[in-house]
Structures are given as C-alpha cells and as structure tokens.
C-alpha cells in the first residue's frame, strides 16, 4: 500500500485546493448563515463541482462516472475543509454515488445517476434514529404489501436531508435489514431542517405509511446490513479527509498568529512552551494524514482491513481535529472567541463532525472488536 499520491491525484487535489480558496472561503458560509439561506449550500456552485466531475469520481465508467476512486475524492474533500465549505459531497458525490454504483440495479442507475452525476439530483443517507451513531438499530419498519412494502419510522441527523432528492433508507424486513431508494416527494415523507451549531444542515425524516415498490430495494431484500457498512465506511473515511483538511487550516491559522502576535517586544511563538504545543500539532496532523491516506487507499483496493482503517482514520481525525480547532482558540486568546474571527468557525465544525458517522467511542470500540478484543 503506497501511501503517495499519483500525479494524476495532485493535480485533483492542486485543482480542489484553488477551486476552494477562490470560491468558496469562509466567508461564503457566513454568508449563507446570516442570510439564513434556504439551501444551507450554493446550488450554482454544486453544479461547478459537478461539472468538473467530483460527483462521479467513485462512479465506474461503465455508469458514467470517471471511476477516478476515494483517492481522488479525499483530496477535494480535503480541500473542501480547508475553507469549510458546505456543498453536498459527502450526502451525494461518496454516499449516494457510492450506493447507486454498488448496488443499484440498471433501472435505478438510470432514474438517478445520470442526475447525481449531473448535479441535478441530491441524495441524503436516512439511517441513524437516535441521539447517537448507531447503525445496527433499526426501528423503522418496512412491511411487504402486494409486490411492494410501506415504511414508517423516524430517522434523525439526515445530512443534506432537507434539500435531498432521494432518500437512502435504512429500514428492518423480515429478512434483516434492508435499504431502499425513497424520492422525498413520496407520500407520507415528512422532512424538517435542523442547522447545527457549525452552520451546516441536517434533517429529521419521518415515514408514516410510506408506499414504494419492489424496484426502490437496493442491494436485495435483508441484505442492506452489509451495503450500508460499507457505505457508512466510506462516508467515514471522506469526512475523516474533510476533518483532515479542516484541521490543517487551523493549525497553519494559528501558528500564522502566533509569529504576528507580540508580546513584551516579542513575538508569542518564540515561547517555549507554545513551541511545544504547536510541535505537537503538527506530529498528530501528519499522523492523521497517513491514516486518512491509508484507509482511502484501502477502500479503492477492495482490501478486508478497509473497515478497521476507516474507524482507524475516523476517529483520528476526531481527536486531531478536536485539539487543533481548541488549541487554535487558546493561542489566539479574546479575539479567537469572536464571530468576527473565523478560528472559531473551525471549533463549531469540529464538534458536529466529530459525531458524524461515529464519535471516537464509538470508533474506538469498533476497531477493538475488528482486532479481536
């Protein structure tokens, strides 16, 4: 397992990093906040991103994509962190694409890819329930009737739910579990916005009565268990590039201020013990980026130690990005726990993604009963 990137990857990542920084700063999701926009994200952008072909990146090209791999899409969402930007990667470019390029069956590539690829249809992964990641439990029912089945349930922390398409829902059979495409303007679909702290969104869906047929099944009946681990794996590890990213933005913010803040006639970061912290910064970044980089790479091999590195990578990046985001906050002192200064913008996205797709308990916990333990 290499773990460089190939031309081919640094000039995605060369490509994101400028795409980013020039389109979408920070400053773009204050926007969007204090306008309290509808969407939570640019459409037009989406559509630039969609256009360069980000959306089809784990799409083979047999489907239409470019099959370009996680690789590929880690180094956008690397990027995509740099600047926090809001955009519907992760809902709809990994999981969603990801879903239909795995299991979707040619009828349902063909209603749905082409518009995914296209930036046109947006999708949002339906399957925690509760306050917490928890996967594995399923309340939602979907109960067979005639050649079809009617779901109800509830489904909590939707990412992008609120502006999504299609629903990719988690529901328990007879057989198991078992996952189903369902479009939002199904009847019976009830969807609310949550906008977290860190200014990104989230949805609660509700399913009373829901009725889809036989083709809105994805993956066969019962056997969406081990379709939505390895989806949920690859959301983790795309976030964990995203966290990635995030965090070396605020450690390279922080230990800008550190040489232009002064104190006594000096400047702050020639003091020992900030030294030290920073250092430390650093090593647990770079530790980061080869977990990240690994399990990215271990996804696009189809290797079987893809979900331990994936935890690996996740909960990593929870702990880095928890410390450079806090420590950032504390080196920049008053001014860092301003809304003026966007140090803070970086802590708030911490904490969301840090319980997104599992926090570093639940990560932790994984990787030991993956190990044996």
Not at 105 to 134: N, P
Not at 337 to 353: C, P
Request: glycine share 12%.
């Amino acid at each position: 397992m290499a773990l460089v990137l190939s031309e081919d990857a640094q000039l995605v990542r060369d490509q994101a990093m400028d795409f980013f920084r020039e389109k979408s700063p920070i400053l773009a999701l204050r926007k969007l906040r204090d306008s309290n926009d509808a969407d939570g994200f640019s459409r037009a952008l989406w559509k630039e991103m969609a256009d360069l072909g980000w959306a089809g990146f784990v799409v083979s090209e047999e489907s239409g994509g470019s099959g370009f791999g996680m690789v590929g899409l880690g180094q956008v969402l690397e990027a995509a962190g740099r600047t926090l930007a809001a955009s519907p990667l992760i809902s709809t470019a990994l999981i969603g694409a990801s879903a239909l390029d795995i299991a979707g069956t040619q009828a349902q590539k063909s209603a749905y890819l082409s518009g995914l690829l296209a930036g046109d249809v947006i999708t949002a992964l339906a399957s925690d329930e509760g306050a917490h990641h928890a996967p594995d439990s399923v309340a939602t029912i979907a109960r067979a009737d005639g050649d079809g089945f009617v779901l109800d349930g509830r489904k909590s922390f939707v990412l992008d739910g609120h502006v999504a398409d299609l629903l990719i829902v988690s529901a328990r059979t007879e057989g198991g579990i078992t996952l189903f495409l369902v479009p939002t303007n199904a009847a019976g679909v009830t969807v609310q916005r949550r906008i977290m702290v860190d200014s990104r969104n989230a949805a609660i869906v509700t399913l009373a009565g829901v009725r889809v047929g036989a083709n809105a099944v994805l993956g066969g009946v019962g056997g969406g268990a081990g379709l939505l681990d390895r989806l949920l794996d690859r959301a983790r590890v795309g976030l964990a590039a995203e966290m990635l990213g995030s965090s070396c933005e605020a450690f390279e913010r922080t230990v800008q201020y550190l040489k232009e803040r002064k104190q006594f006639g000096v400047a702050i970061g020639t003091f020992q013990a900030l030294k030290h912290r920073a250092a430390q910064m650093f090593a647990e970044i770079e530790v980061t980026r080869s977990a990240v980089l690994a399990a990215l790479v271990a996804i696009d091999e189809g290797s079987t130690e893809t979900p331990a590195l994936a935890s690996l990578a996740k909960a990593k990046a929870n702990t880095t990005f928890n410390l450079t985001s806090s420590e950032g906050i504390q080196m920049h002192g008053g001014i860092g726990m301003t809304d003026e200064h966007e140090i803070g913008f970086f802590l708030k996205r911490s904490r969301v993604a840090e319980i997104t797709f599992g926090s570093t308990g639940f990560h932790g916990d994984r990787y030991a009963a993956l190990m044996g333990y």
